[in-house]
């Protein structure tokens, strides 16, 4: 389906939405491999939600056994002219993965507090908790300040993203290179996870209704007017 992003500066950005009930058994994992990916290549490793505090998917999968994967994709014909013409690799793909992570920080807090039984959230990238305060573990703190406010990155815990978005969604991820190479669109992906089939389904029943809540949700699905939009951007 289709989501409208209302950006605080009140623009809007059409993006194909996604979510599929899954068990914690069907997503593969390599903690080792993923991880030292992590370690090499991540600024952000190290914070409270990355390698080495987050716990590996093996752990989950005998803790949690349903889930819930949630895709977002932002078309690059749908960003900003401005940023089409860049010759900068990094703004051709940044705002396009600033939207996305924002998105899914936003619903993945809504659906957490909205579930009154326990739901592990797994982000699309590092914790954002914190806001704009620098993580307590990178500052070499052994406790979170915001420990209600915490998450895990779903790479964090091993899970191997590109195969997991083949498998489940028949979604082949695209990158950018440093030859500028053009990408038809920005994929990201974050899961829920639960104890029981119950749980699982009520993070299915209620997505609508928790995506229409957020702060981004200007044009509520399936509404009228949020037909005309969509019709107008696409």
């Known amino acids: 389906m289709w989501y409208i992003y209302t950006s605080q500066e009140g623009n809007n950005y059409p993006l194909e939405f996604g979510y599929r009930a899954v068990e914690s ?6 903690y080792e491999q993923i991880t030292n990916l992590c370690r090499k290549g991540c600024e952000s490793c190290g914070s409270g939600g990355c ?20 895709f977002a994709r932002f078309f690059s014909r749908y960003r900003p002219s401005r940023l089409a013409l860049s010759n900068i690799p990094y703004l051709q793909y940044r705002f396009q993965d600033i939207i996305l992570s924002r998105l899914f920080t936003q619903l993945g807090y809504q659906v ?110 399936p509404t009228e007017e949020y037909r005309l939009i969509l019709n107008r951007l696409l």
């Open 25 to 30: 058994n069907e997503v593969t994992y390599n």
């Open 51 to 70: 390698p080495p505090w987050a716990p590996s998917f093996s752990d989950i999968q005998t803790q949690y056994a349903y889930g819930v994967l949630i």
């Open 112 to 221: 957490r507090e909205s579930i009154q039984e326990e739901v592990l959230f797994l982000n699309s990238g590092h914790c954002m908790g914190c806001g704009l305060q620098t993580c307590s573990f990178i500052k070499g703190e052994t406790n979170c300040r915001h420990p209600q406010r915490r998450t895990y990155a779903i790479g964090a815990t091993g899970v191997e993203v590109v195969p997991l978005l083949q498998s489940v969604f028949g979604i082949t991820l695209q990158w950018h290179n440093a030859d500028n190479q053009q990408v038809d669109c920005i994929t990201k992906t974050m899961g829920f996870f639960c104890r029981e089939r119950s749980i699982q389904n009520e993070i299915m029943d209620e997505m609508i209704v928790n995506l229409n809540t957020l702060p981004c949700s200007k044009f509520k699905i």
